[in-house]
């Protein structure tokens, strides 16, 4: 029995020291020492054994159970150390490694130019409010003066999608919902997409964008019209800029005027950007028409107001010298990576 017991250690130690895991160290220890390990049997037989024999089997056996118990707990230690310090090696972040480059997106020159224009305008205290591209035929056309006769309403121009509704071509219909929601004093921007029925070319898309302005109060006159556009064209042209207002039609506003610029690039003698005029168009504008204010149940003895609409393709392929519109929708990122 007792070289039993010496067998069983030595098989132990043999054992103890091939384990890798815990999985493996439990699986030996239910072997040894569990209720059915061979140990526990041993200890069990000794009843048949003499007094004396077991005297000195008991103490072996239980050296040798010692013995074991306290190889296991070593090698238990032994191997959670070393799963942590294999963990530690399998996280280890070296952290004087170069990085990697991270590619950053750039901004659409529409959305620069967008930007720049909507930031003018509020550093002069108008605020940015937005209506839907889809519209109604009421908000786009009859509520802006526009009759049911009018030309703009012509089906080549515009994109319906029932009798009622159809796609926005311009930004104009925002006006009318400020006014049905909002008191004077109103003073608003509102950018966004347009849509009209537009065979696509150098200069002409169906899909644009504009920037449309409203401000309705008491006292407002076209002096107010006149210094705001004015100090807008200086804030985004360049402080030497002149503006000229020409007499227009548009069934919005009464008068109505169109505002051209004097040439920044040129500064006015003439050039292929002007065309050899010394001046661009720029953007379309006037009073309210009363027929407009009256949509917003204002009193138009009361109140008056200056409104004006700008394409905003326009202003980027002025600006940056784009000769064609269709640039800007094709998304090829050597063309927008120029605007960084
Ligand atoms: N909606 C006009 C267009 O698309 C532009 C415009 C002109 C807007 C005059 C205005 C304005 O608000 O007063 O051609």
Known sequence: MQAQLNRILEEAKVQLDKAQDHAQLEEIRVKLLGKKGELTQILRGMGQLSPEERKETGALANKVRGEIEQLLGEKVEAVKKAAKAAQFKLEKIDVTEPGKPVNLGVKHPLTITMEEISKVFMNMGFSIVEGPEVETVFNNFDALNAGPNHPARDMT????????????????????????????????????????????????????????????????????????????????????????????????????????????????????????????????????????????????????????????????????????????????????????
Not at 171 to 193: C, D
Not at 217 to 241: C, H, N, R, V, Y
Not at 253 to 278: I, L, N, Q, Y
Request: net charge neutral; charged share 25%; glycine share 10%.
């Open 157 to 340: 121009d515009t994109f319906y999608i029932t009798d009622d509704v159809l796609l926005r071509t311009q930004t104009s219909p925002v006006q009318v919902r400020t006014l049905m929601k909002q008191k004077p004093p109103i003073k608003v921007i509102s950018p966004g997409r347009c849509f009209r029925c537009d065979t696509p070319d150098a200069t002409h898309s169906p899909m644009f964008h504009q920037i449309e302005g409203l401000v309705v109060d008491e006292g407002i006159t076209m002096a107010d019209l006149k210094g705001t556009l004015d100090s807008f064209a200086k804030q985004l042209f360049g402080p030497d800029t002149k503006t000229k207002f020409r007499p227009h039609h548009f069934p919005f506003t009464e008068p109505s005027a169109e505002v051209d610029v004097s040439c920044f690039k040129c500064g006015g003698k003439g050039c292929r950007v002007c065309k050899g005029s010394g001046w661009i168009e720029i953007l379309g504008c006037g009073m309210v028409h009363p027929n407009v204010l009256k949509v917003g149940g204002l009193d138009t003895e009361k109140y008056t107001g200056f409104a004006f609409g700008m394409g905003v393709e326009r202003v980027a392929m002025l600006k940056y010298g784009v000769d064609d519109i269709r640039l800007f929708y094709e998304n090829d990122m050597r063309f927008i990576n120029q605007f960084k």
